[in-house]
């Protein structure tokens, strides 16, 4: 780690890199309270190797992430409310200020596989995905993104995330 102390102003920036980070560990504490809400919702589990993290720390405005650039290592996401945790996710990740991108993340959902991907840019090389992320309202814009999913079992539990009037084409449908 290596930073800089402003002690006139109290303020800290620092660059840290870490290996096998615990992301069950709290570090909702790190965002806004909407932001960290929805971190928590996630029920995230598992490790990242962080090769950039800038932290800037100011007594006005508290810790903020400035840059968090690393890599997912066999991680499970289990939103509250859906039906199948996304397991064994890695892949590629940076989080600049308020924009996550996402250059590539592979897992499994249900027994198929799932890879997000950002599109193909103008020139034909990839671009990242990116989930701009408001501190008060939480998600508020996705761009360039590519997902793709296989073999989701279609179930009594996917019936859950179907809102109302969906749910006649679905009992016709009778999946088993």
Do not use: W
């Not at 920036?13 to 960290?36: F, I, N, Q, W, Y």
């Not at 929805?38 to 995230?44: K, S, T, W």
């Amino acid at each position: 780690m290596a930073g800089t102390v402003d002690p006139a102003r109290g303020a800290v920036e620092c660059v840290a890199m870490a290996t096998k980070l615990d992301l069950s560990s709290p570090l909702d504490r790190l965002l806004g309270d909407v932001a960290a809400q929805a971190v928590r919702g996630l029920n995230l589990q598992g490790f990242a190797d962080i090769s950039e993290a800038r932290i800037r720390y100011d007594p006005e405005t508290g810790i903020q992430p400035v840059t968090v650039v690393g890599r997912l290592i066999r991680c499970q996401v289990a939103p509250e409310g859906f039906p199948f945790p996304l397991k064994q996710v890695s892949g590629e990740f940076a989080l600049r200020g308020r924009v996550l991108e996402i250059q590539a993340l592979d897992g499994v959902l249900g027994t198929g596989p799932v890879r997000v991907r950002g599109l193909t840019g103008a020139k034909g090389a990839p671009a990242p995905a990116r989930l701009e992320i408001d501190p008060v309202r939480g998600l508020v814009r996705i761009e360039n993104l590519l997902a793709r999913v296989e073999s989701i079992p279609i179930d009594h539990r996917l019936r859950t995330l179907i809102g109302p009037g969906a749910d006649i084409a679905y009992n016709m449908l009778r999946p088993r």
